[in-house]
């Protein structure tokens, strides 16, 4: 079953077409990752999904992406119901210069739960999902600035998955994290597959690898190759996706 | 449902920031509306001092006279009505408290009852009067010829020298000298803050070290803060003596007074925007001309201050736009003689200061009163136009970036 | 020219640096000898004025005695009627550049009119409130004309103040919040304006100590010249400090007889604003440190 799916989308930054003609389904309980060199549009196409471009002057979008069979980009949809239901995860770790237990029970009290009960529980099992309980348990109510880098992107996925998303975007989540916070990252992220789709934008091939089941290789706003990510590593069928997987430009 | 309120509170909230956020353009237009109804009003009327008359022997044939013309009758400078159009004859003058040259008091009445009368007989008998009087003693049967005074013109009003709002029986209102005496003052207290200025902008961008910059921010931040009224009483008590003593001075209250207070007043706006536009200066464009073998010094007068000038004349314009509105400590120390200045050791008379202290006294409506919204109009004007430029110099910056 | 030689031309060089840093270390702090002679003569000349009767008593004998306690109260009144006005308007105004308005022409010509009220001279905000509070409204001299004067008159400081302080908040947290699927005005309300607190109260101290100096704007929207007794109702007329201080210092009955008088006055109003001014700065260096901390 696909969770998200596209249809010749175009993206214009004012005169610029930054995409062109996206179509491609990706399936619930999968992990895709969208790989390309800079400026490829990658990451352009990935805040499609939850309206992130919305927030820049000039942008237009034509086509239709359907998140779990709805018309995203339809007049009668909520863009903050949305956005409730497709989490985000971006590059740099940004929690809120609140409580940690503040952080991740943010998203439900601007959806307006009150119940403290559930806000509790509902905390306590995202840090758990987020694989952060262990580590957090004891300073709920200090400042999420006194964690490392990699816990406070943990805590952002804990904040995310608290609003419980059917889908997961990451923006090049572990960019900014060093190897022992991106491994424990990783390892997150498969776990979470089990119950949510996830899409990762990532600069890092290996980590495609690692982590995903399907790859999409973008190219100058262009989907170039979208296969199984086995299958585009060792078997690209375009040129283009050869040269860059071989390290020939990027 | 819930979401359906959810949504209406948004868009409530959205609509009352955004309303808020026009507060400042509707005050600007209702500012200029009131001014400008007000101001324009003075273009419309006779400068004849209000409840007057001014009226001649019913055969001569002068129709108009322009109000510097009655003051220079009424000084006797001009006394042939040649000069003004008539016949070669004597100007004979008449004002009121002249009657007990023509009318016993008896002839007049106790409570000046016949007084109408007797001013339409002299009007109607001398055919060289010029007469001025009250107009409650207008007869209703008055046979005299009331003379029309010119309406007063833009170019009256800006390039008149005389600002006489309340003098009989013609008002002068020329706003010459005070503006002139304006930007006298002003001028005089960029020349004395730019140069300070100036050097503690360099200081602080460029040479101090974060120790002293954290003494002499907030210092500046007070000095910014401290009541222009604060500012006048200082000079009252002790500028305006000292300059009194120091150049022997009949009276120290002087152009040189206003532009000392006002140069200290301009002092923060010229440190702290001058300083910032240094600060803007590529670090990489400093760190070439250091290693090309410039010294810190030379890479400021050849790097930074050129890079930072259209910031720096933004803050000199500034600094004039702060020093043009001051009203309070000008009105107290500058001596407020409307006269056209010449020496910095002169008593001056500035804009602001003429509409605080004359405003009180004129009635509204009247002519006095419109001619102080005028005065305000070219104030506003005058910091408009600095505004703009300030903002046009400071886009084509960004531009340039 | 060997590498390490001090050649005479160095040596130049160098001496017209050290000239000029001097110049420009002397200059500056000619700038901190002005405040300190200013601050420091009113002050002293003040402080012997000051007790408890001058701030509790009513002017007496043609203002040549007695105290300031009307203009006291007075200045209070305009500074509180003010900021109730200006505050909410300015913070909402300074939230709608800074957060909500496009980037469109409506944007930059908002912006251009809030700059140039800013410019407006102090004197001109006095005939505006004049003939639209006092005349037009029919408010009177009153407490009522005269706040919403100075109100008008702070607002740009207020708008420029909390625009400043939205524009440092990192756009990661807006964006964060959004994504979160927070409205517009809860990612304002619950995350971006706590951030930006420190910064707008910092401002909002600056400004009040600015208004309660502000003497044109009041001159003939509510200030009284003298007036023993205090306001029953916001359409009433008050004393002020400011006006009070322009009053027995230049047209007072015994202009001689009342300058202690008007020290005493000048010394209160160098306080509220140094006051203003410190508690500006301990603000900024306490959420500073909080800051660190995170």
């Excluded at chain 3, 140039?116 to 407490?143: E, H, K, W």
């Amino acid at each position: 079953m696909n969770s998200v799916e596209t249809k010749d989308v175009h993206l214009y930054y004012g005169d610029f077409h930054a995409l062109k003609g996206i179509t491609m389904a990706m399936k619930k309980n999968q992990v895709t990752a969208f790989i390309g060199p800079s400026g490829c549009g990658k990451s352009t196409y990935l805040r499609c999904f939850n309206r992130m471009n919305d927030l820049i002057d000039g942008v237009r979008i034509e086509g239709d992406i359907l998140i779990d069979g709805v018309d995203i980009y339809k007049t009668n949809i909520q863009v903050d119901d949305l956005r409730k239901h497709v989490g985000m995860v971006f590059q740099k770790p940004n929690p809120f210069p609140k409580s940690i237990f503040e952080n991740v029970a943010y998203g439900l009290r601007v959806n307006g739960t009150k119940d403290k009960k559930f806000i509790e529980e509902r905390v306590e099992r995202s840090l758990h999902q987020a694989a952060l309980w262990d580590e957090v348990k004891d300073k709920l109510k200090k400042s999420a600035f006194e964690l490392s880098g990699g816990q406070q992107q943990r805590l952002c996925i804990a904040r995310a998955l608290a609003i419980e998303p059917s889908v997961l975007l990451m923006d090049e989540p572990t960019s900014a994290l060093d190897p022992l916070s991106t491994a424990k990252t990783e390892e997150l992220i498969h776990q979470l597959k089990e119950n949510y789709t996830i899409v990762i934008v990532t600069h890092n091939m290996q980590q495609a690898g690692r982590v995903s089941d399907h790859t999409a290789f973008f190219y100058l706003g262009e989907l170039v190759e979208y296969a199984k990510t086995k299958t585009l590593f060792t078997n690209p069928k375009d040129q283009r996706t050869q040269n860059y997987i071989t390290g020939r430009f990027g | 449902m819930k979401r359906y309120f959810h949504n209406l509170g948004e868009r409530i909230i959205e609509g009352l920031i955004m309303i808020s956020g026009t507060v400042t353009s509707i005050t600007v237009l209702l500012i200029v509306f009131f001014l400008f109804k007000e101001g324009l009003g003075i273009f419309s009327q006779t400068p004849v001092a209000e409840g007057s008359v001014i009226s001649v022997h019913p055969q001569n044939p002068v129709q108009e006279l322009t109000a510097n013309e009655v003051k220079e009758i009424f000084d006797q400078n001009i006394t042939n009505w040649k000069e003004v159009g008539g016949a070669d004859a004597h100007i004979q003058l008449f004002q009121i408290d002249d009657i007990t040259d023509y009318y016993t008091e008896e002839q007049i009445g106790a409570n000046f009852e016949y007084l109408p009368q007797r001013l339409n007989e002299l009007v109607t008998k001398d055919p060289n009067m010029l007469a001025f009087f009250p107009e409650e003693y207008l007869a209703p049967d008055f046979k005299g010829k009331r003379v029309e005074l010119a309406k007063i013109s833009l170019g009256g009003f800006l390039g008149g020298r005389e600002w006489y709002p309340t003098i009989q029986p013609a008002v002068q209102l020329g706003v010459l000298s005070l503006i002139l005496g304006t930007l006298w003052v002003s001028l005089g207290a960029i020349i004395i803050a730019l140069p300070l200025g100036l050097a503690t902008a360099i200081y602080l961008a460029e040479i101090a070290n974060p120790r002293v910059r954290n003494i002499l921010k907030p210092v500046i931040e007070l000095l910014a803060g401290i009541p222009s009224v604060v500012y006048g009483f200082f000079g009252l008590v002790v500028i305006v003596p000292l300059i009194q003593d120091v150049f022997g001075l009949p009276v120290g209250e002087t152009a040189l007074a206003g532009s000392i207070i006002l140069g200290i007043m301009a002092l923060p706006t010229i440190i702290s925007v001058s300083e910032d536009a240094m600060r803007t200066t590529p670090r990489a464009m400093k760190e070439a001309s250091l290693a090309l073998g410039a010294n810190k010094w030379q890479t400021i007068y050849k790097v930074i201050i050129p890079y930072s000038m259209s910031g720096i004349s933004t803050a000199a314009i500034l600094g004039m736009g702060r020093a043009i509105g001051e009203t309070m400590a000008v009105l107290m120390v500058t001596g407020n003689a409307s006269v056209i200045p010449h020496t910095f050791l002169e008593p001056v008379r500035t804009i602001p200061a003429t509409i605080a202290a004359e405003l009180g006294e004129a009635p509204q409506g009247g002519i006095h009163y419109q001619a102080l919204f005028a005065l305000g109009c070219i104030l506003f004007l005058m910091t408009l136009l600095i505004n703009l430029t300030v903002d046009f110099v400071s886009a084509k910056r960004k531009e340039n970036r | 020219m060997a590498f390490g030689t001090t050649s005479s031309q160095h040596k130049s060089k160098k001496r017209s640096q050290s000239a000029a840093f001097f110049i420009f270390r002397l200059l500056s702090f000619s700038v901190v000898a002005i405040l300190i002679v200013i601050l420091g003569f009113i002050l002293i000349q003040g402080i012997s004025v000051i007790s408890w009767d001058f701030l509790t008593e009513m002017p007496r004998e043609g203002m040549t005695a007695g105290g300031i306690y009307p203009a006291i109260i007075g200045t209070l009144c305009l500074v509180a009627g003010s900021m109730i006005f200006a505050f909410p308007i300015g913070i909402l105004s300074g939230i709608y550049i800074n957060e909500y308005a496009k980037d469109s022409w409506f944007k930059r010509f908002i912006k251009l009119m809030t700059n140039n009220l800013a410019g407006v001279p102090s004197i001109v905000f006095g005939l505006f409130g004049m003939t639209l509070f006092v005349n037009q409204f029919g408010f009177g001299d009153s407490i009522l004309a005269g706040s919403l004067t100075l109100g008008l008159l702070a607002l740009p400081v207020v708008i420029r103040t909390t625009e400043e302080a939205l524009k440092s908040i990192d756009d990661s947290f807006r964006i964060g919040s959004l994504a979160l699927g927070a409205t517009k005005w809860q990612t304002t309300s619950r995350v971006v304006l706590p951030m930006a607190f420190p910064n707008i109260i910092t401002g909002l101290i600056l400004s009040i100590g600015r208004v309660s100096g502000e003497t044109a704007p009041i001159l003939f929207t509510v200030a009284a010249y003298f007036l023993p007794k205090l306001p029953n109702s916001i359409f009433d007329q008050v004393m002020a400090l400011p006006y009070h201080l322009y009053v027995i210092s230049t047209s007072g009955t015994n202009i001689e007889a009342s300058r202690a008088m008007a020290y005493g006055t000048a010394f209160v109003l160098i306080m509220i604003v140094l006051l203003a001014n410190l508690l500006a700065n301990w603000l900024r260096r306490y959420f500073g440190k909080k800051v660190k901390m995170n």
